[in-house]
């Protein structure tokens, strides 16, 4: 009997993508490489928007964190990652959307040479399966990529510190998204 427990045991321990978390279907992966670094997944959830799921959002941090304070306070890298599961989101509303973030979190940014740089990275629409990565380094570097390829790159630890808070800040895009992101749901 105790043999059949222990190859059992082992068995699950060797089939550990079988226990892989999913959510809406998109299977997240429970740690990524930044810059060298390991980041652990810190906490996920799904941005809607009137009932409807846009993406489901994964934010990955060298620390635990559990608040939008302490996670800007943290200067280990940092990774928000959207996958999308809205048919198409056009260009236009994925820059207000930014815009709005910013503003409502970080309005001494407001009109700033960074977040114009930032905004204009984005010029494609964004679609079901497409994957948007928010690299935070913890120098302060702020780069996106969309399905891999690299949108921009700029120094500026304010605007590290306002993307951030776009998702976790008083303000956030979707209370329970940040919520998820914290690790709180």
């Known amino acids: ?3 059949i427990l222990l190859a059992a045991l082992v068995l699950m321990l060797m089939a550990g ?3 892989a978390l999913e959510v ?3 299977p997240i992966d429970p740690a990524v490489t930044l810059q060298g670094q390991t980041l652990e997944l810190n906490g996920v959830g799904t941005r809607k928007k009137f009932f ?6 994964s934010l ?3 620390k635990k964190v559990s608040s939008g ?3 800007a306070m943290d200067a280990g890298g940092k990774l928000i990652r959207m996958n999308f599961l809205y048919d198409k989101l056009d ?6 959307s930014f815009a709005e973030g910013l503003a409502a979190n970080s309005p001494d940014l407001q009109g700033s040479e960074d977040v114009t740089r930032f905004l204009s990275w984005f010029s494609k629409d964004f679609v079901r399966g497409d994957v948007v990565d928010l690299e935070l380094d913890g120098d302060g570097t702020v780069s996106a990529r969309h399905n891999g390829a690299l949108l921009g790159r700029l120094k500026s630890p304010a605007l590290a510190r306002g993307v951030l808070l776009i998702y976790l800040g008083k303000k956030p895009a979707d209370d329970d998204l940040k919520s998820g992101m914290l690790g709180q749901d």
């Open 1 to 3: 009997m105790k043999r």
């Open 17 to 19: 993508d079988l226990w």
């Open 24 to 26: 809406k279907g998109v």
């Open 52 to 57: 409807m799921a846009i993406y489901v959002g």
């Open 60 to 62: 990955y941090t060298a």
């Open 69 to 71: 304070e302490e996670a």
């Open 91 to 96: 260009r236009q509303k994925i820059v207000e």
